[in-house]
C-alpha cells in the first residue's frame, strides 16, 4: 500500500474511495448536537418532542412518534394491532431483512409475495392470492424509495378488512399521485439510519392515523409505562426499550429541512446515470436499469441488474473489481426466504423466481447528496468496463 502512494503515476491516478453513500450533516446541526451534549439533558426529552412535531407538521399534522431504530416502529405497530400466534402477515421477499423479522418477533408467520419485476416491489397482482382468513396486515416497501402503488393496495386492504404497515424506511420525501409518503394510509414507518435519506443517526418514526394508538406506542416504547400527575405510574402491558435520545433527535431536526435538496440533488445524478448508461448503450450489454420515474421517488438508491449468468463473472467480482478502482457498491438484498432461519420455516429456491433474480443480480452504485457528476462518470465508465470485458 505504501509504495503506491509513493508511485508517482499511482498519485496522479489515486481517487478518494467513493463510498456507496454518505450522510451529509451542516455545521448548524453539529454545533446543535454540541448544544445538547452540554444542556444536562441528552436522552428524550425536548430535542425529541420537537423532532416528532416538525415531523408531524411535515406529514399534515398526522401523529407522529420518534423512536431509536425504524424496525421497532413495525414491531410496535403489530402490536398496537395485537398481531401474534396465528395471524399472518403478508410482505415482500426483497427488502432488508427487519421487515420479516418484526413478523416472527411477534410470533407471526410473515407470507411472502414475489415482486413486479419493473417496480421491484411487491407485486400487487398477486397479494389477493396470498390472503387467507389468518391475514391480519399486510407490509409493503417502497424499495429504493419508488411508492408501491397507493391505490391499489389500499384498494385490496380497505375492500379484505386487512390493515397495512407502509414500510417506508426507504421512502422520506417520495410521493404519490402529488401526496407526500407519510401523509396519508395506514401507519407509515419510516428509518433514520446514516444510509437512509435522512438521518438521526440511528432512529426512526411511526405515523399514526389517531391519537389514541400513538399513545399506545409510546407505551411500548418504554417498558410499558403510564405516567400520571407528579408521582403516579402504572403498568398495563408489557413494552421495549426503543426511545430516541435528545442527541439523535437533534441530528434529525437538522435534516428534516434539507429533505428537499437532498432529493433533488440525489434525482439529478440519477438523470446523469440514466444519460451516460443510455450513451454506453448499457441495454446492449445487458444492464437493467429501474424505472427512470422522477415525479414519486426519492431515489434512496439506484440499482442496476447484472447480466447474470450472460456474463462470465459473478456479482461479487464486480464488486471485488469496482473495490479495486476505489468504488463502494452494495446489495440490497439477499431474499429473506432463503436464509437459514427461513429455510428451516419452510421456504425454499423457486418459491419466489422473480424476487430471487433481482436478489443474485442487483448491484446498488453510489448516490449520495454530495457526490459530483464526475463520481457518476467514474461509475459508470468503471462499470461498463468490468462488465463488457465479461460479456
Ligand atoms: C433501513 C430499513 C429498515 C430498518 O430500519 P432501521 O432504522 O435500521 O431499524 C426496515 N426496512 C427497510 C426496507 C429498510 O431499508
Redesign the pocket.
Known amino acids: 500500500m505504501a509504495a503506491s502512494v509513493t508511485h508517482p503515476q499511482a498519485s496522479v491516478a489515486a481517487l478518494a474511495f467513493l463510498p456507496l453513500t454518505r450522510p451529509t450533516i451542516d455545521e448548524e446541526t453539529i454545533a446543535g448536537v454540541v448544544q445538547v451534549l452540554r444542556s444536562g439533558w441528552i436522552t428524550s426529552g425536548p430535542q425529541v418532542k420537537e423532532f416528532e412535531a416538525k415531523l408531524s407538521a411535515y406529514f399534515g399534522g398526522r401523529p407522529v412518534r420518534a423512536f431509536n431504530?425504524?424496525?421497532?416502529?413495525?414491531e410496535i405497530a403489530l402490536r398496537i394491532l395485537g398481531i401474534g400466534p396465528g395471524d399472518e402477515v403478508i410482505t415482500t421477499p426483497l427488502?432488508?431483512v427487519?421487515?420479516s423479522n418484526v413478523i416472527l418477533e411477534v410470533g407471526a408467520r410473515p407470507v411472502f409475495v414475489d415482486i413486479d419485476p419493473q417496480t421491484r416491489n411487491i407485486d400487487l397482482n398477486k397479494i389477493e392470492a396470498a390472503i387467507t382468513s389468518k391475514t391480519r396486515a399486510i407490509i409493503p416497501?417502497?424499495?429504493a424509495g419508488l411508492p408501491v402503488d397507493r391505490d391499489r393496495l389500499y384498494e385490496i386492504a380497505n375492500r379484505r378488512k386487512i390493515r397495512v404497515i407502509e414500510?417506508a424506511?426507504?421512502s422520506f420525501g417520495s410521493s404519490f399521485k402529488g401526496k407526500k409518503i407519510g401523509s396519508f394510509g395506514d401507519f407509515v414507518?419510516f428509518?433514520?439510519?446514516p444510509?437512509?435519506n435522512i438521518t438521526s443517526i440511528?432512529?426512526?418514526c411511526l405515523v399514526f392515523n389517531t391519537e389514541a394508538e400513538a399513545k399506545l406506542a409510546e407505551q411500548y416504547r418504554l417498558q410499558g409505562v403510564i405516567r400520571t400527575g407528579n408521582d403516579g405510574m402504572d403498568v398495563e402491558r408489557v413494552g421495549g426499550k426503543f426511545n430516541l435520545t435528545d442527541v439523535a433527535a437533534r441530528v434529525g431536526i437538522g435534516q428534516l429541512p434539507k429533505i428537499d435538496e437532498f432529493n433533488v440533488k440525489r434525482a439529478e445524478l440519477v438523470k446523469y446515470y440514466f444519460e451516460l448508461f443510455s450513451q454506453q448503450e448499457a441495454k446492449k450489454l445487458g444492464l437493467g436499469l429501474p424505472l427512470a420515474n422522477f415525479t414519486d421517488t426519492n431515489w434512496?438508491m439506484f440499482q442496476v441488474m447484472l447480466p447474470g449468468t450472460h456474463m462470465s463473472i459473478k456479482r461479487s467480482d464486480v464488486m471485488g473489481k469496482l473495490t479495486e478502482v476505489g468504488i463502494g457498491s452494495g446489495v440490497?438484498y439477499p431474499v429473506i426466504h432463503l436464509f437459514s432461519l427461513y429455510r428451516s420455516l419452510g421456504w425454499k429456491e423457486g418459491d419466489f423466481p422473480v424476487a430471487e433474480n433481482a436478489g443474485r443480480n442487483l448491484l446498488t452504485l453510489p448516490l449520495f447528496p454530495s457526490m459530483t457528476r464526475a463520481d457518476v462518470e467514474r461509475v459508470v465508465k468503471a462499470l461498463v468496463a468490468i462488465v463488457s470485458a465479461h460479456i
Open positions: 431504530s425504524g424496525t421497532c416502529t413495525m427488502t432488508w427487519a421487515t416497501v417502497d424499495l414500510d424506511a426507504q414507518s428509518s433514520f439510519h444510509n437512509k440511528e432512529g426512526g434512496h440490497h
